[in-house]
């Protein structure tokens, strides 16, 4: 079975207001995207699909890809204005492949275990995302940020990624999704819960999954990298 990653980087990085896309920040000396494409190089995956803005395709392909030997990296692709318009680049991109895990570039704390763990998922579930329960209460707000309900916490999880599906079943869903026109999907697995007739599973991620957002990720995204090596060498 042929398992293909698609990472995404080609967002902007507003709400990190840095002066370049936050994917290219450097961490501990190496571009943010850097960690996320070095998992998936160490992981069973077969292929990795970059995506990225158009005028950074050959920054990738020179100073990420080449200079880190990244061979499973097999295209480098533009993506889109929001999200998911990107993960359709990316979805059209792909050769041939029996499933797809659609991951954040943003979210570097990626492992090979978690990794595995999404190949084993999807090969059972056919489709399944990454999440932790939420440790905080979620409201649901109006314009004006008056609560109006509090959903039961229990029921409520964060997602994250690798969203992991079977490839024929999420390319059908984007398909129809572009053909709706719609333009609110933020996670993938949204896309397949409106669009396919398959029940998406969440599995357990860990709570140092995060994404880099807003300038505190760096800080908290460094130190977790430093506790990782810590307990590596231990
Ligand atoms: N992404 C993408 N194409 C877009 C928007 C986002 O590939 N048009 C990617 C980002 O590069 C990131 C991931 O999707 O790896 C998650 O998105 P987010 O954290 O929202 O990143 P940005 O959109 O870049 O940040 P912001 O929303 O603050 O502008
Ligand atoms: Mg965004």
Request: net charge positive.
């Amino acid at each position: 079975k042929k398992v293909v990653a698609i990472v995404l980087a080609a967002g902007e990085g507003k709400r990190m207001g840095s002066g370049i896309p936050k994917q290219y920040m450097l961490i501990k000396s190496r571009p943010l995207v850097y960690y996320a494409l070095k998992a998936f190089e160490n992981s069973p995956v077969d292929e990795v699909i970059l995506v990225t803005g158009e005028d950074e395709i050959e920054y990738c392909r020179q100073y990420i890809v080449e200079k880190y030997n990244f061979h499973k990296v097999t295209r480098i692709v533009a993506g889109g204005c929001e999200r998911y318009a990107s993960v359709y680049c990316g979805l059209k991109a792909v050769n041939q492949a029996d499933y797809v895990l659609i991951h954040d570039g943003a979210r570097p704390m990626i492992n090979r275990e978690l990794i595995k763990q999404c190949i084993l998922n999807v090969m059972e579930y056919r489709a399944c995302v990454v999440g932790m329960p939420s440790k905080d209460t979620i409201k649901i707000v109006d314009q004006r940020n008056y609560a109006i309900h509090t959903p039961e916490r229990k029921t409520l999880w964060q997602v994250q990624t690798p969203q992991c599906f079977e490839y024929s079943l999420v390319m059908n869903a984007y398909q129809k999704l572009m053909e709706s026109g719609a333009t609110n999907a933020t996670d993938d697995a949204m896309v397949v819960e409106t669009y396919a007739k398959v029940p998406v599973k969440l599995i357990e991620g860990g709570y140092d999954n995060i994404k880099i957002t807003t300038p505190e990720d760096v800080r908290i995204a460094g130190s977790l990298m430093k506790a990782r090596k810590v307990l590596r060498v231990l």
